[in-house]
């Protein structure tokens, strides 16, 4: 029997996930600040993810955590540091007092949201493209990555940090069209991310098959992911924005975040 726990369950992405990964043989353990209805094959826990203590617990036979938990865009630094910075410091250092071999961090694309856009559309930026946060968002999410790194190095854990592009139904605007995630080919990289053997420490994209991606998909693909969505399907319901963040998303990998 095999036992995930997803931090952030209530949230977008946790919402998702709830749905898309139950299998047969596994329990899907769900933390969140926010109570849910626990569902089949599920169990449910009520805490912050900034509490250690009780991280710890919820990590009790766990094989796996999906960390989703935080505050998932721009706030004011002392939030940003109460929850997103101390709930993933929680969420490694509870995995390696409990002895779970392997972290999947949800990171974001905000993490490198000032780095340019390649001009070319043949270039693609790489998986590895080094911290150029757009935001204490942002920044948390390179702490996040540094914490990844410090626990594989240090402790030996497995962790895979996800640079998260625009997860969620369907784009909204011309940027989502090469930045889209799609709820499917979001939980394809989750379970590529749980089931790769030995990924040690490594960053990669998340985002689909988009025709206009300019992100990579070398480093989701050596960990067995293959993405089956394209956001250019809904290219045709997406009109201008308007010109500073159009201009903006065309600029920089954080699109709007940079404004
Ligand atoms: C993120 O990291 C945010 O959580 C989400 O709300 C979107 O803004 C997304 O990035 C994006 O860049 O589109």
Request: aromatic share 6%.
């Amino acid at each position: 029997m095999e036992t995930v726990l997803i931090t952030g369950a209530a949230g977008r992405i946790g919402r998702m996930l709830r749905t898309r990964m139950p299998r047969e043989g596994r329990t899907l353990r769900l933390l969140d600040v926010q109570p849910i209805k626990p569902a089949p094959g599920t169990e449910v826990i009520t805490a912050s993810v900034a509490d250690l203590d009780a991280m710890v617990a919820a990590c009790e036979g766990v094989d796996a955590i999906v960390h989703l938990g935080g505050i998932s865009g721009e706030s004011d630094w002392a939030q940003i540091r109460d929850v997103n910075i101390e709930g993933t410091y929680a969420a490694f250092e509870a995995a390696r007092r409990a002895g779970v071999p392997r972290v999947v961090f949800a990171s974001s694309n905000h993490a490198v949201g000032f780095q340019v856009q390649p001009g070319d559309a043949d270039i693609e930026l790489p998986d590895d493209l080094s911290s150029r946060p757009d935001t204490f968002y942002g920044v948390s999410k390179v702490l996040g990555e540094a914490l990844g790194a410090l626990y594989h190095d240090r402790h030996g854990l497995d962790v895979v940090c996800l640079r998260i592009g625009t997860c969620a139904d369907r784009p909204r605007d011309l940027r989502g069209l090469a930045t889209w995630l799609s709820p499917d080919d979001c939980a394809r990289l989750v379970e590529a991310s749980l089931a790769c053997p030995e990924p040690r420490i490594r960053t990669v994209w998340g985002v689909s098959a988009n025709t206009r991606r300019i992100w990579s998909l070398d480093g989701g693909r050596e960990i067995g992911y293959e993405p089956k969505d394209d956001a250019e399907v809904f290219a045709g319901e997406i009109g201008p924005k308007d010109e500073a963040h159009d201009e903006a998303g065309r600029r920089y990998v954080g699109g709007a975040f940079t404004l």
